[in-house]
C-alpha cells in the first residue's frame, strides 16, 4: 500500500463528506447513532470476539498491565458505548445555534452562529471504545471524521467500524463521513497531521510520546493533554470519612486512565489523625508510597519521594505524598508538579474551597469528588473526543460544543456603512 496515496484519498473523502454532515439535519444524525447503537449491542459477541483475538496478540507481545486495561472490551463495555452512543443522539444539536444577537446603532444584527470545524482527525491507543465515541461526537457535531487506531485494537476497532457504517447508511449519509484506518502502518500518523487541506484538527489519545510527537511534527491545529498528573488535597477542614473514601477511589478504582490520582496532599494539621488511615488502606490495596519526610514518619512503609516523583503520572500502583502546610502550599504545589488536568479538595471549609476552585489552574477542578469524574460522560457530554489542558481552542472534556467554532453573522434590511 502506498500511504501518500491511500491517505490523500482518505483525505479527499474526508473533505467531501463533510459537506454532507455540515448540512444534515439532525433527525438524520441521530437516526445514524442509534442505528449505529443497535448495530453494536446486536453485534456485541463479534465485538468481544475481535477484542479477545487483540488481547492474545497483546499480550504475547508483552504490552503492559495497563495498556491492557485500556485495551480490554466486555459486554458492559459494548453496552456503555451503545448508551454512549444513545445520550449523544438526545444532546441538542449545536450546529446552527444562533447566539449573542445585538442591534447596533446602524441598524444592522451581529451575532455567532456555531458550525463544525470540518475533518477531525483523531489517533489513538488501545481503548476501542473511542471509535464508537469520536464517531459521535463528530458525527453530531457536524464534521467527518478520520480515525486511526492503534495495532493493538486493531480488529476490535474495524468490527466497531462496520457498525458505524451500517448506522450512516442507514440515515441516507455518506459512510466515508466516518473512516477508520485500516492499516497499522505507522507512516499513516506522519501523513495525518500533514493534511491540512483535508484536515482540519487532530485529536491525539494516547501515551505522552505519542502526544508529544504529533504535537512537534503536526501541520494542522491540535487538541490534547500530554499527561494526568491528578492530585487530592486533603484539606485541614477535611471530612475524614470523604477523605478516605475519595482517595481510595481517585487512585485504585482504575490505574491506567488519565484521571486517576498520582499525587496526594495532607494538611499537616491533619495529618496525623488522616494520613495513616489512608496510607493503610492504599498499601493493602497494593500500592507503593513515596512520602516526603513528613509522611515517612507517620507510615514506616513509605519510600522516600523524589523531586521527579512529584510529576510523575505512574498509571500504575505507586503514589506520591506531601505533607502541606495548608491550602496555600496545597495550591502552589499542584500550579507547579500538575499537568493541568483534575485536582480535588476535601474540606468543609467553603472559603477554602472557592479559593481552591479559583486558583486551581487545571481543566477541572472538583471539591469532594474523585478525580475520576473528569470524564466526557461523567458530564454529561454524552462521551468525550478527548481532554484539554490547553486554554485555547477546548479546555477539560471535549464534547459537542468542542467539535464546532463560531463565526460571526451579520442581519441587515439594506444598510451600508458611511
Not at 98 to 107: A, Y
Not at 391 to 412: C, D, M, N, Y
Request: with cysteine; hydrophobic share 45%.
Amino acid at each position: 500500500m502506498n500511504i501518500t496515496t491511500y491517505m490523500e484519498q482518505v483525505g479527499q473523502a474526508a473533505r467531501a463528506a463533510s459537506h454532507a454532515t455540515a448540512k444534515a439535519s439532525t433527525a438524520a444524525k441521530n437516526t445514524a447513532l442509534l442505528a449505529m447503537a443497535a448495530a453494536i449491542r446486536r453485534d456485541c459477541a463479534v465485538l468481544l470476539a475481535a477484542n479477545a483475538e487483540d488481547l492474545a496478540q497483546a499480550r504475547q507481545e508483552g504490552l503492559d498491565a495497563a495498556m491492557i486495561d485500556r485495551l480490554t472490551l466486555t459486554a458492559k463495555g459494548v453496552e456503555a458505548m451503545a448508551q454512549g452512543l444513545e445520550q449523544v443522539a438526545a444532546l441538542p444539536d449545536p450546529v446552527g445555534e444562533i447566539t449573542d444577537m445585538k442591534r447596533r446603532p446602524t441598524g444592522i444584527q451581529v451575532g455567532k452562529m456555531r458550525v463544525p470545524l470540518g475533518v477531525v482527525g483523531i489517533i489513538y491507543e488501545a481503548r476501542p471504545n473511542v471509535t464508537a465515541d469520536a464517531a459521535a461526537l463528530c458525527l453530531k457535531s457536524g464534521n467527518a471524521a478520520v480515525l486511526r487506531g492503534g495495532k493493538e485494537a486493531l480488529r476490535a476497532n474495524q468490527a466497531i467500524a462496520a457498525c458505524v457504517r451500517e448506522g450512516l447508511k442507514a440515515a441516507g449519509l455518506p459512510e466515508t463521513a466516518v473512516q477508520v484506518i485500516e492499516t497499522t502502518d505507522r507512516e499513516v500518523v506522519g501523513r495525518m497531521i500533514a493534511l491540512p487541506e483535508y484536515i482540519d484538527v487532530i485529536v491525539p489519545r494516547g501515551g505522552k510520546g505519542l502526544i508529544e510527537r504529533i504535537s512537534q511534527g503536526a501541520r494542522v491545529p491540535v487538541i490534547k493533554h500530554l499527561d494526568g498528573n491528578c492530585h487530592v488535597y486533603v484539606d485541614e477542614a477535611a471530612d475524614p470519612t470523604k477523605a478516605l473514601k475519595i482517595v481510595e477511589n481517585a487512585k485504585t478504582q482504575r490505574l491506567g486512565t488519565c484521571n486517576t490520582t498520582e499525587s496526594l496532599l495532607v494538611a499537616r494539621a491533619v495529618a496525623g489523625s488522616q494520613l495513616p488511615a489512608i496510607a493503610r488502606m492504599l498499601l493493602d490495596k497494593g500500592v507503593e508510597i513515596r512520602g516526603c519526610e513528613e509522611t515517612r514518619k507517620l507510615v514506616q512503609e513509605a519510600k522516600a519521594a523524589t523531586e521527579e516523583d512529584y510529576y510523575t503520572e505512574y498509571l500504575a500502583a505507586i503514589i506520591s505524598v506531601k505533607v502541606v502546610a495548608g491550602v496555600d502550599e496545597a495550591i502552589a504545589h499542584i500550579n507547579k508538579y500538575s499537568s493541568k488536568h483534575t485536582e480535588s479538595i476535601v474540606t468543609e471549609n467553603y472559603s477554602h474551597a472557592m479559593r481552591f476552585l479559583r486558583e486551581v489552574d487545571s481543566s477541572s477542578v472538583m471539591v469532594n469528588a474523585s478525580t475520576r469524574f473528569a470524564d466526557g460522560f461523567e458530564y454529561g457530554l454524552g462521551a468525550e473526543i478527548g481532554i484539554s489542558t490547553d486554554k485555547f481552542h477546548a479546555r477539560g472534556p471535549v464534547g459537542l460544543e468542542g467539535l464546532t467554532s463560531q463565526k460571526w453573522i451579520v442581519l441587515g434590511d439594506g444598510e451600508v456603512r458611511s
